[in-house]
């Protein structure tokens, strides 16, 4: 079973940016559509971005025109850009695949990032 490695969270202050990586151990390609879900304290886990297998991308209006998604199927890995953070956007982000019966089963641990002043 693939297994998702999330990394590049951190601390950032209002207005400032990141980026998340998340790292397949097999093919991200075979996973169709992959996502950037988050959820924070309290709060159920969310889709953020997905892209298809040919790049085509898809936000929710939280996060959009700040965020960008982006993949390397040769090197196994999702991206995620995002710029102007807001403390909003405080939460554990967790890739995956966007079609629920293409998900892998064991979600990663998750990168936190953290939007504060």
């Known amino acids: 079973q693939v297994q998702l490695v999330e990394s590049g969270g951190g601390l950032v202050q209002p207005g400032g940016s990141l980026r998340l990586s998340c790292a397949a151990s097999g093919s991200i390609f075979s996973l169709g559509a992959m996502a950037w879900y988050r959820q924070a304290p309290g709060k159920q886990r969310e889709l953020v971005a997905s892209i298809t297998s040919g790049g085509g991308t898809n936000y929710s209006d939280s996060v959009k025109g700040r965020f960008t998604i982006s993949r390397d199927n040769a090197k196994n890995t999702v991206y995620l850009q995002m710029n102007s953070l807001k403390p909003e956007d405080t939460a554990v982000y967790y890739c995956?695949?966007?079609?629920?019966?293409?998900?892998?089963?064991?979600w990663g641990q998750g990168t936190q990032v953290t939007v504060s002043s």
């Open positions: 995956n695949a966007a079609r629920p019966s293409y998900r892998v089963r064991t």
